[in-house]
């Protein structure tokens, strides 16, 4: 109550966030006229102006007035489109490091060039992330123009670039590129072999294009690079037929509380599914059951633990991954992961764990084999790397908490340029799916007639094309959008607003383009005469005429309708889709079709409701509409917007603990390859080696707790080196100081021999290569711990707390595995020739350089000849003098 009433007297926080910046819009205003009576050379001279006074003492808050002024005036001379106010207040929320929430049509593009320019000033780079390269290339063209005017270099970053234009993008003041090729390149950087070989400068300022379609849908689907791993194929194709045998547990599925409910033997099948949790169960029949087709006695038992992993994910792949919703095949026969929020295909992605090649198994394809990963990192942690993040979207009020935890980012509602004059109609639901697709058939037919553009908005590419084949019953002519390109996809979703057009989608299709009653006058011309050429302008001004005389009649008829075929399971995306309609004023209306099959209604309620209707005996033709279904909709959203980020907040936690343990590393790695002299490093490595070593055999002075064998032993495994019998007897510190002096006598000898620099570039490619195979066999252990940990959370312990613990343990191992290998390696070394053993070095392994050993007479070793143990060799001593 209190807070209602604070909040009509003062405003919401947004609202008086925005009082304030209307106050910086009012100055940018008044020395707009001033602005105006520049030449085009005193204009282009205020970038050089602004660095200056940067270079001196002043922030880029002090230069904000009159930046902004100087952008919106390039932009009125070179494009003739002249900023709004609210497009001000927009650029201002994202220079302080906000998301500006804008609705569909208000120009996020142009808005973006005022922060953009601003903080492209300092020199150190200013990244603009988007959903597809398409987009990433479109925005960057459209303003290249108007950053050039102003002496700013911008490039973008797509697929299929060299290393030379992708470093060339990087090095200019703004870099346009999508999110996958940004995180790709931070991986691929710490995975090179020389500094020169890196592509990006640094992680300054970064605006995310349609933030919560990146930063909170594609959250969960961390980046991965990997390389070919151990054969395991034919287990998939193994399981995919035992999956096929084995029968879901339908009826023990709808008992709730399983532990009071007493389940007849015969009611039980070999698993359970729940769809909700996306999870799949074996229950003690499927178990008796694999392991009779199998032909094994204990599916649990040591030697057979391995298989349940692969058992899990195909029934996974059989139950939760439906072909044409989840993925679709290509003419190549290759698995096509369809995103489930944009229905976009995403090439050259695959699914994580082993579900990919579940699926080629359940789907009769080639199982392409399994993977280990060499480099990973969550879009999470990618973007908490910048110094300031920001973004734009039209939907990311619902997600604010999620935002303000994880990023620390504030959502602003930008206010709209114009009113918004889009009426949203509540659901209407039918008993089944068969009855809705009829009412939307007959929906789309009417409008037709009546010449009202229809975009008509599916859940996943099968419901598109049940759509698209109903409309072609009806003889309704339609465009298809399948996301399969994103150039086709962009210019058919520009001209969903001409008169008597349909267009159905996935909903997100086009996500990015702008929908303009009429059609779009510019997409027309340049079809015919390419953009700047000679006549385009007499083109494109018979296309401007045309399209709005299209435009007055596509209004008469209602503006464009959004008729969404089902609720996703997020609000966001059902607030994008309507978005699409009443940009800039425009009269438009949303409204969608559901029924008590969908699965959403389903698994959330769609049960009590097709009992109430049965018992009101109501026709299943006939529609419902009720405030009451919407508003329980929407909470069953709100239930699953709830599960999905708690999923995304623990992914992050477990991912925390990787990304601490990633920044030591790549740093590291990033001082061996800037470090032109890491002799003392490795010597600082052999010395703590040595003293493990001595203090693990000699615990402590006492005769009983001294091992001479296993202190000889070990010295000789790790170092080749072999300690007298007099030394053993000494103290530790003795000990110690002996071996690592005559190690470092050894160390330097190799040096002489081969030379300086010649030896300097073997110790940084023997560190480069030892720290990148413990790194890869780290991320494997994390993996593996990750997955078995969470089932201590059944014996009521915190699964993410013990991860941590057990993590860290994990990594101590790890950064002792590296000392000790690093200096093992290099004392092992022996050289051959020079000459030879430098020209080899790039393309040879770290095995092969530390296991080449040369016999005493000259003869070459192939395979490494594991060498004697101390206690192997005293026996053979005494033995040898019992002959003599």
């Known amino acids: 109550m209190l807070k209602n009433i604070v909040t009509k007297v003062f405003g919401t926080a947004d609202e008086r966030e925005i009082k304030k910046m209307r106050k910086v819009v009012e100055k940018i205003n008044a020395i707009e006229p001033e602005f105006e009576k520049l030449t085009d050379e005193e204009l282009q001279h205020k970038t050089v102006e602004f660095k200056e006074r940067l270079e001196k003492s002043e922030t880029l808050d002090d230069i904000l007035v009159e930046a902004f002024a100087t952008v919106r005036e390039a932009s ?91 470093k060339a993008a990087y090095n200019a003041d703004i870099t346009y ?34 933030i919560d379609s990146i930063l909170i849908d594609e959250a969960r689907t961390p980046l991965i690079i990997s390389g070919a791993a151990e054969e395991t194929t034919e287990w998939y194709n193994t399981f995919a037929d035992v999956a096929k045998k084995l029968k879901r547990s339908y009826k023990t599925e709808e008992i709730k509380d399983k532990k009071n409910t007493v389940i007849p033997d015969e009611d039980w099948e070999d698993y359970e599914v729940d769809e909700k949790s996306h999870t799949v169960t074996i229950t003690d029949k499927g178990i008796k059951n694999v392991e009779r087709i199998l032909k094994i006695d204990n599916l649990y038992s040591p ?37 489930e929020f944009t229905g976009r295909l995403m090439e050259g992605r695959r699914y994580s764990d082993g579900l990919h090649q579940a699926i080629e198994a359940k789907e009769h394809l080639e199982v392409a084999g399994e993977n280990q990963t060499l480099a990973t990192i969550t879009l999470q942690n990618y973007f908490r790397m910048y110094n300031k993040l920001s973004g734009m979207t039209g939907t990311a009020k619902t997600e604010e908490e999620e935002f303000k935890q994880i990023y620390s980012l504030k959502v602003i509602v930008v206010p709209t340029n114009k009113p918004v004059a889009r009426v949203d109609l509540p659901d209407v639901i039918y008993m089944n799916q068969k009855a809705k697709y009829k009412a939307i058939t007959k929906k ?59 267009t159905i989608a996935t909903n997100m299709a086009g996500r990015g383009t702008d929908i303009k009653l009429g059609g779009d006058a510019e997409a027309f011309a340049t079809k015919i005469v390419p953009k700047g050429a000679d006549g385009y302008d007499d083109v494109y001004n018979t296309y401007v005429r045309e399209c709005e005389e299209n435009k007055k009649k596509v209004i008469e008829a209602g503006g464009l309708f959004i008729l969404g075929t089902e609720r996703h399971e997020s609000r966001r995306i059902d607030n994008q889709l309507r978005g699409r309609a009443g940009r800039q004023g ?81 740093a590291q790695r990033d001082a061996i390859l800037k470090n ?20 693990n055999a000699y615990k402590g002075n006492n005769e009983g707790e001294r091992d001479a064998n ?28 002996t071996v690592y002096n005559d190690l470092v006598r050894e160390y330097d000898n190799k040096e002489s021999y081969v030379g300086e620099e010649t030896f300097r570039n073997i110790e940084r490619y023997i560190m480069l290569e ?26 009521q312990r915190n699964p993410i707390h013990d991860y941590k613990i057990v993590g860290f343990d994990i990594y101590n191992e790890m950064i002792d595995a590296i000392k000790r290998e690093t200096s093992s390696f290099i004392m092992k070394l022996k050289i051959k020739n020079p000459e030879e053993e430098t020209s080899n070095l790039e393309h040879e392994e770290v095995s092969n350089i530390s296991y080449d050993y040369t016999d005493e007479d000259g003869t070459e070793e192939k395979e490494p000849v594991k060498p004697l143990s101390r206690r192997e060799r005293k026996e053979l001593e005494r033995k040898n003098k019992k002959k003599k």
């Open 676 to 695: 032109e002299n890491l002799k003392e490093l490795i010597l600082d490595m052999m010395r703590e080696t040595i003293e493990d070593t001595v203090n």
């Open 586 to 666: 425009d009269p438009g209306v949303s409204e969608f079709y559901l029924s008590l099959d969908d699965d959403l209604m389903r698994l959330f309620g769609g049960d009590k409701l097709k009992n109430m209707m049965k018992m009101l005996k109501i026709d299943e033709d006939e529609e419902i509409r009720h405030r009451q279904i919407t508003k329980g909709v929407e909470n069953a959203q709100k239930r699953i917007e709830s599960r999905n980020f708690s999923s995304r907040k623990s992914l992050i936690e477990y991912d925390d603990v990787n990304n601490m343990q990633r920044e030591v590393i790549y």
């Open 710 to 737: 296993l202190l000889g032993d070990k010295l000789n495994e790790i170092f080749d080196y072999e300690i007298s019998d007099d030394l053993l007897n000494k103290d530790n510190e003795t000990i110690i100081e």
């Open 444 to 502: 789309i037919v009417e409008l037709y007639t009546k010449g009202q553009p229809v975009l008509v908005g599916t859940a996943s590419i099968q419901h598109s094309e049940e759509v698209s084949a109903l409309l072609k019953q009806a003889r309704i002519p339609h465009e298809i959008l399948n996301a399969k390109h994103h150039e086709r996809e962009a210019e058919i979703i520009a001209q969903a607003g001409r008169y008597k057009t349909v």
């Open 177 to 210: 590129g999508t999110n996958n090729e940004f995180g790709f390149d931070y991986l691929r950087d710490n995975m090179v072999g020389d500094l020169s070989e890196k592509v990006q400068r640094g992680h300054n300022y970064v605006i995310v294009d349609e």
């Open 76 to 166: 009125k001379r070179l494009m003739g489109m002249r900023h709004y106010d609210v497009q001000m207040i927009g650029g201002m929320i994202l220079h302080n490091g906000s998301i500006a929430e804008m609705k569909t049509g208000e120009g996020k593009t142009l808005m973006a060039t005022l922060p953009i320019y601003l903080n492209a000033l300092t020199g150190k780079g200013v990244h603009v992330v988007t959903v597809n390269d398409y987009l990433a290339k479109r925005d960057r063209d459209i303003m290249a123009e108007l950053y050039s005017f102003l002496g700013l270099t911008s490039d973008v970053v797509v697929g299929n670039i060299t290393n030379e234009q992708r």
């Open 303 to 339: 030697e057979y633990v391995e298989l349940t992993h692969f058992l899990t994910q195909a029934l996974k792949a059989k139950e939760l991954f439906k072909l044409d919703r989840d993925y679709i095949i290509n003419a190549d026969g290759e698995v096509i992961i369809v995103d």
């Open 770 to 795: 030892v720290l990148d195979t413990k790194w890869r066999q780290h991320l494997k252990d994390l993996t593996e711990l990750r997955e078995g940990i969470r089932l201590r959370s059944y014996g």
